[in-house]
């Protein structure tokens, strides 16, 4: 039976290498940076901050998250999407977007935003499935000793009102 609860700081280690698993499969893992701090300081970024962070199980196990950071007053971002790669395909993703959606709609945001890599296929259909529409494109780089890295992503958008 697959659940849903609020993040517990005991899901801090479960939740970095879900975040890490998950990008990985897909190919659009640039290492940590900047751009993923947010995984690594949970309440003070979601919960203490008007959003919210959540962690499905199925049967106790740790297979699914998603997040909704506040961005001001009106507007709330969709974050750190992820199943666990055995798990996915089960419509455990729908189900953390629909707690999120709602729990934006409770905490009185009007739009919702998020960005996904052009890589992440079944991310773009999830959430143009759920009335979200392309509204842009940017990218990410990465500079290393070894490699430099870039990766494509799609900015999206979801009127709640």
Do not use: C
């Amino acid at each position: 039976m697959f659940t849903v609860r609020r993040y517990s700081s005991s899901d801090q280690e479960a939740v970095e290498y879900l975040h890490v698993a998950a990008i990985q499969q897909t190919g659009a893992y640039l290492g940590r940076g900047p751009w993923d701090d947010d995984v690594y300081a949970i309440e003070e970024t979601y919960l203490k901050n008007g959003g919210e962070f959540l962690i499905g199980e199925e049967d106790g196990l740790f297979v699914a998250m998603g997040a909704l950071k506040r961005t001001d007053a009106q507007r709330a971002e969709i974050k750190r999407m992820r199943v666990v790669p055995a798990y996915q395909g089960r419509g455990y993703g729908q189900r953390i977007l629909d707690e999120l959606e709602a729990r934006a709609r409770i905490l009185g945001y009007q739009i919702l935003h998020l960005d996904t890599s052009t890589l992440q296929i079944a991310a773009q259909r999830l959430y143009e499935k759920n009335g979200f529409h392309e509204v842009g494109r940017d990218a990410y780089r990465q500079h290393g000793p070894d490699s430099d890295h870039m990766l494509e992503v799609i900015l999206y958008e979801k009127q709640l009102i």
